[in-house]
């Protein structure tokens, strides 16, 4: 069909969509003009409701969420080409939004599991040492993985048991991290920084076997052993999630663990509330469980 090269023509050049968007949506827009020819409508002259209707159809095939996405992408783009090409002066599909994105609740470790995998590191080689000190103040801090690896002297304040992190936007904050995170990080740079260093001097607070700053890579490959040893079903990130969840368990306000993880959106905080504080278990002294 002469409109469906064009439209593929225009996705590829003016709209710039790779090869692989410019035949998915093609192909889109194929099914649904099949789908109107049933009703005794064309492209040029479909309602609003034959496109609704249509997306309800494809809904019912039980596709994802990112699948209609698309679809309802694809028929966006075509009825803008229809009105840029002046073969249509309104949009039938204007007023057709994406569905929201059920978001799922985060994995929560409870803190006796924490504490299992914690402790489940051996402390007697120096990597060790220092991934005790590492997932402490992960848990600690509910830091990302980026966050922890690029951490620097300069943004460690082990008096005050602050550290300036700098996170997702260049976004800076301050968080504060307990007693025992302390007590992990002081040993870990005394008795296990200065044997992997090995002699060359690193800005970075946690440092690889080769003297350099540990990678995302290298915190999740450690992360993985000591899980699996533990028989825990965790992530890396999953420390992160139950730093926050356990803090609101414990009393914490909303806007207080917002700014903690660094959300710019408190909507991103606000799934943690829907978390059963039941399952949490016990044992949280003030705010958070290892002060």
Known sequence: MDLERRFRSYLLTVRRRSAATAEAYVREIEQLDAFLVQSG??????????????????????????????????VHAFYRFLRLEKLRDDDPSAQIRTPKRERNLPEVL?????ERVLDA?????????????????????????SEAATLTFER??????LVRIVGKRKKERLVPFGETASWWLRRYLAEARPLLEKG???KYVFLNQEGKGISRKGIWKRFSDIRIKTGVQAKVH??????ATHLL???ADLRTVQELL??????????????????????????????
């Open 238 to 243: 999953t420390f992160r999630h139950s730093f």
């Open 200 to 202: 060359n001097r690193s």
């Open 41 to 74: 409508r064309t492209l040029l002259d479909a309602r609003s409701e034959d496109i609704l209707s249509y997306l309800v159809q494809r809904g019912q095939q039980g596709l994802q969420h990112t699948t209609i996405a698309r679809i309802i992408a694809g």
């Open 110 to 114: 409870p803190p006796d599991e924490v």
């Open 249 to 251: 368990a414990g009393g």
């Open 121 to 145: 590191i051996d402390i007697t080689t120096p990597n060790g040492l220092r991934d005790r000190a590492l997932f402490e103040l992960i848990y600690s801090c509910g830091l990302r993985i």
């Open 156 to 161: 460690l304040y082990l008096e005050e048991r």
């Open 262 to 291: 660094g959300h710019s959106d408190i909507a991103t905080t606000q799934i943690y509330t829907h978390i059963d504080e039941a399952a949490l278990g016990e044992g949280h002294r003030r705010h958070f469980p290892r002060d």
